[in-house]
């Protein structure tokens, strides 16, 4: 069974245009996160959720809406889509909390984004 | 904020060589963790090797081990009896652990393996 599942793995569109990225995990981790990578491969956070809370949001244009319905899942929806949008996107998972973690991430297969 | 720094964008080695990837970082913490993952063409993220720096013993997993200099930040990644399906992206990172959630990566290092 996968652990993270991203769907889907590919996504072209056309500009302006409004699109979803679905994540699930089932390692029954506490914690969700959303990676960006660009064209030059460097990868940065963009949102992290808690137990379905918000915990981090690094400076990510407020087109960009992540909804968490449940522990399991962190979907990606996108508004307005712009060029600049494109890249591959990573859901990846963690457990937090907890003795003896160190935090390590799974991560999905990515999905990648290229809009025209 | 805390900074991975991975000054080797590319290197290459012969297929059954040791090869050693770079790592410096950044932070005022004393607790944390640092990880390797590797990146192959098909985009898969996967877990390398991992280090918490509380521990001195330096982090091995079969070929590939680490050389942890907590003192002067430095991670280093050494791949030995190098294998073709060791060609990829390996990017180095970081995480403070405890409520901090995310990882700061590297801008990684494109290996290449010579047959």
């Known amino acids: 069974d996968t652990a993270v599942s991203q769907t889907p793995k590919y996504l072209v569109t056309q500009m302006g245009n409004d699109k979803s990225i679905k994540c699930e995990q089932n390692l029954g981790h506490d914690t969700m996160y959303w990676y960006k990578q660009d064209s030059k491969k460097f990868l940065k956070i963009m949102f992290s959720?808690?137990?379905?809370?918000?915990?981090i949001n690094e400076t990510v244009p407020n087109r960009f809406s992540p909804k968490s319905p449940d522990k399991a899942h962190l979907n990606l929806h996108i508004n307005s889509l712009e060029l600049g949008d494109s890249a591959v996107y990573f859901c990846?998972?963690?457990?937090?909390f907890g003795r003896g973690l160190y935090n390590e991430q799974f991560f999905g297969p990515g999905t990648r984004l290229t809009v025209l | 904020a805390q900074t991975v720094t991975q000054s080797q964008p590319e290197m290459s080695v012969q297929e059954a060589e040791t090869v050693t990837l770079s790592c410096t970082y950044d932070?005022?913490?004393?607790?944390?963790?640092l990880f390797w993952y590797k990146q192959p063409p098909s985009r898969q993220m996967i877990l390398v090797i991992r280090?918490?720096?509380?521990?001195?013993q330096n982090a091995t997993e079969n070929r590939f081990s680490v050389n942890f200099q907590k003192a002067a930040k430095s991670f280093s990644l050494k791949i030995s009896d190098s294998q073709l399906g060791d060609a990829a992206m390996y990017f180095c990172?970081?995480?403070?652990?405890?409520?901090?959630?995310?990882?700061?990566f590297g801008k990684g290092t494109l290996l290449t393996v010579n047959p």
């Open positions: 990172a970081y995480n403070s652990g405890g409520s901090n959630y995310k990882l700061t």
């Open positions: 990846a998972s963690s457990q937090v």
């Open positions: 280090q918490e720096a509380y521990k001195q």
């Open positions: 959720y808690n137990n379905k809370e918000l915990i």
């Open positions: 932070t005022s913490e004393s607790d944390y963790y």
